[in-house]
């Protein structure tokens, strides 16, 4: 059973950086790939980065740059670092894992989520 808790969001100013984690109980976390989606208020959730079982990642356009995606296998966790920040980067961030074996950009293939964190970028 994969449960993921994800943590670091907050409020930060344009320009500025967050770290988001996101941590899983379960026993084969190194052999999923891991994604991070959000969602803005009144928008659809949408695919920000994914990394793969040997730390090959992908991202958006749109966060291209100026996120960062990485894995901890041995603390069963992943990361988003977050710079540069933009207002329209405000949104809810989810983190999920797939048993697939590469990378996927649909939401529905990812079989686990997270309850979500909330990032919130003032102007």
């Known amino acids: 059973q994969v449960q993921l808790v994800e943590s670091g969001g907050g409020l930060v100013q344009a320009g500025g950086s967050l770290r988001l984690s996101c941590a899983d109980s379960?026993?084969?976390?190194?052999?999923?790939?891991m994604g991070w989606f959000r969602q803005a208020p009144g928008k659809a959730r949408e695919f920000v980065a994914a990394?793969?079982?040997?730390?090959?990642?992908f991202y958006a356009d749109s966060v291209k740059g100026r996120f960062t995606i990485s894995r901890d296998n041995a603390k069963n966790t992943v990361y988003l670092q977050m710079n540069s920040l933009k207002p329209e980067d405000t949104a809810v961030y989810y983190c999920?894992?797939?048993?697939?074996?590469?990378?996927?950009?649909?939401?529905?293939?990812?079989?686990?989520w997270g309850q979500g964190t909330q990032v919130t970028v003032s102007s």
């Open positions: 999920a894992a797939t048993q697939l074996q590469g990378f996927t950009t649909n939401q529905r293939r990812y079989d686990y």
């Open positions: 379960g026993r084969t976390f190194s052999s999923y790939t």
């Open positions: 990394i793969i079982w040997n730390r090959s990642t």
